[in-house]
T-cell receptor, first 115, second 119 residues
Framework: ETGVTQTPRHLVMGMTNKKSLKCEQH?????MYWYKQSAKKPLELMFV???????ENNSVPSRFSPECPNSSHLFLHLHTLQPEDSALYLC??????????????FGSGTRLTVV | AQKITQTQPGMFVQEKEAVTLDCTYDTSDPSYGLFWYKQPSSGEMIFLIY??????QNATEGRYSLNFQKARKSANLVISASQLGDSAMYFCAMREGPISGAGSYQLTFGKGTKLSVIP
């Protein structure tokens, strides 16, 4: 148990489907993040939430829709995705006031395949 | 321009030997932090070690040490006495801005180095 739990671990969806990724943390962190990890590319920051408020949307297409109902939960709603959206989606959280030498705590990711 | 550059896509090391993974960074901010993460095949990113831009000494955490050369803007990870369980992807990352303060902050990652430990 890492402290950041992502479900599902694997997801295969068609281009017309609607699905959601879930992230949950029990670390008392107030900042949560979605990253996309594609093969042979650096991790790409998608969204940042601080105290449930979205503070960063890194030019992500509207077919990705985040939701943060509280500081412990973060969702990524998916609809009409493209095959190039297939990737590992990583959720992370961080302290907002503690020293930032702790970095992020990551979940294990959701491996998404769009067919 | 890339902010974090990892020039070694893949590395091999003999078990029990030491290995150095390269990382160079680019920032004009005088206050920044550098991180190394390990990503096994399971996918989870595991924090290994941190170096702050104002830290006078190189960071060490068990078998991990960070060779910080500020003038060269490099932050190489050294793993001593490699073990089979060290086989994984390794990512260098940077946080720009002060070490403390309120709110979220961004980490910028490199492309990673795949380390394979040979028995």
């Amino acid at each position: 148990e890492t402290g950041v739990t992502q479900t599902p671990r694997h997801l295969v969806m068609g281009m017309t489907n609607k699905k959601s990724l879930k992230c949950e943390q029990h670390l008392g962190h107030n900042a949560m993040y979605w990253y996309k990890q594609s093969a042979k590319k650096p991790l790409e920051l998608m969204f940042v939430y601080n105290f449930k408020e979205q503070t960063e949307n890194n030019s992500v297409p509207s077919r990705f829709s985040p939701e943060c109902p509280n500081s412990s939960h973060l969702f990524l709603h998916l609809h009409t995705l493209q095959p190039e959206d297939s990737a590992l989606y990583l959720c992370a959280s961080s302290q907002d006031r503690a020293t930032r030498s702790e970095g992020y705590t990551f979940g294990s990711g959701t491996r998404l395949t769009v067919v | 321009a890339q902010k974090i550059t990892q020039t070694q896509p893949g590395m091999f090391v003999q078990e029990k030997e030491a290995v150095t993974l390269d990382c160079t960074y680019d920032t004009s901010d005088p206050s920044y932090g550098l991180f190394w993460y390990k990503q096994p095949s399971s996918g989870e990113m595991i924090f290994l070690i941190y170096q702050g831009s104002y830290d006078q000494q190189n960071a060490t955490e068990g078998r991990y040490s960070l060779n910080f050369q500020k003038a060269r803007k490099s932050a190489n990870l050294v793993i001593s006495a490699s073990q089979l369980g060290d086989s994984a992807m390794y990512f260098c990352a940077m946080r720009e801005g002060p070490i403390s303060g309120a709110g979220s902050y961004q980490l910028t990652f490199g492309k990673g180095t795949k380390l394979s430990v040979i028995p």
